[in-house]
């Protein structure tokens, strides 16, 4: 009989790779037969269903074979503890699980996993600003000045760590190779991993002496202006990368990104949909019958707009170009032009007079 590998995992069938992860993670840590009131058959199942569920072919395949999916050659039903077992054993007779599996267990057991895994260096961390700009910013794009203060390169030993004249040495540790092999023993036998070496923070090298100015760090915090440049057609909410520009790692490490993400302050007049722009323009009853030439504002300044004859309060006019500049682009949007009917309130008599006249006439 077919195993519902999502029940196993307590998911629904539209639940994302990282749900799946998570719901493997929290089941094999409650069912490994090494914690108290673990179970050994719940926990193979467990990873039968996560091993044929976290990968996008094999879920696809038991998604549509269902109960035939043990016949299609997919692992799941068709495979055992057994050759889960074999299938992650490495050399030496230990086990070796790389990718998902391998930072789970990292995660579980307290070793591997992270952004050290693979021994990959560092990365400092990203940060994030807000800027705030007018209409026309937006739209035509804006030089801003930013203030931070973040951890930056040493600017005495160039971020290396080493005082000046002094030399870097090779890594007694990793021999200078950035990383070391970590074996740890668990209920499913040696788990050998790869981690970045902590004497040397990766580099391979170590200062024969610190630098006097950031402790050996390669880093220390510093207060710095930037000047940004806005893009043209830039909407609220949206962000602009500047890579390298965040937070210098430590050693020598890869700095992070710099984020500016843009907030466009309300305008009175402007009202922006995508690229285009929306504006509202009233005229007289007069000019609405019988069609006129009056003058809007747009980004550009004021234009000439051409009413056609019995135009309706709430007609929309298109001025073409008039928009919004398209981001990446030189192309821009459109400006629409809504017209309101201007109708007096209090009309005179003289006025009152020449309006039922004109009422009579207009009557069919």
């Not at 739209?139 to 760590?161: D, M, P, W, Y």
């Not at 170590?206 to 909407?235: F, H, M």
Request: glycine letters at 14%; hydrophobic letters at 30%; proline letters at 3%.
């Amino acid at each position: 009989m077919s195993k519902d590998y999502y029940k196993i995992l307590g998911i629904e069938k539209n639940a994302t790779a990282d749900e799946v992860k998570k719901a493997f993670k929290k089941a094999a840590m409650q069912h490994h037969p090494d914690r108290p009131g673990g179970d050994e058959k719940k926990f193979k199942e467990v990873n039968e269903a996560y091993q044929v569920l976290s990968d996008a072919d094999k879920r696809s395949r038991y998604d549509q074979f269902g109960s035939d999916f043990e016949q299609q050659g997919g692992f799941g039903g068709g495979a055992n503890w057994e050759d889960f077992m074999r299938s992650a054993r490495g050399q030496g007779g230990g086990f070796q699980f790389e990718g998902d599996l391998g930072d789970i267990f990292g995660e579980m057991f307290g070793f591997g996993g992270g952004r050290s895994r693979g021994g990959r260096r560092a990365r400092g961390s990203d940060i994030q600003v807000d800027v705030e700009l007018d209409f026309k910013e937006a739209a035509f794009g804006a030089e801003k000045q930013i203030h931070l203060r973040k951890q930056s390169v040493c600017e005495t030993c160039g971020g290396n760590g080493a005082e000046t004249g002094s030399k870097l040495d090779t890594c007694s540790t990793c021999k200078g190779q950035g990383q070391v092999v970590q074996v740890q023993r668990t209920f499913l036998g040696a788990m050998q991993t790869v981690v970045i070496c902590s004497e040397c923070q990766g580099r391979g090298q170590r200062p024969s002496k610190k630098c006097k100015n950031c402790g050996g760090d390669g880093i220390l915090a510093k207060s710095q202006d930037l000047t940004i440049k806005i893009p043209a057609g830039i909407d609220s909410g949206e962000s602009i990368r500047l890579s390298g520009y965040g937070e210098a790692a430590p050693h020598g490490g890869q700095s992070g990104d710099l984020y500016v993400r843009a907030h466009i302050k309300p305008n009175k007049y402007f009202h922006r949909e995508g690229f285009d722009v929306f504006t509202e323009s009233e005229i007289s009853f007069p000019q609405a019958v019988l069609g006129d030439k009056i003058e809007v504002e747009t980004i550009d300044g004021m234009v000439k707009l051409v009413v056609p004859e019995g135009i309706e309060s709430g007609q929309l006019i298109k001025l073409k170009g008039h928009g919004i500049t398209h981001l990446g682009r030189s192309s821009r949007g459109d400006q629409f032009v809504k017209i309101k009917i201007r109708v007096p309130k209090k009309p005179n008599r003289d006025l009152r007079k020449k309006l039922e006249d004109l009422k009579s006439e207009l009557i069919v």
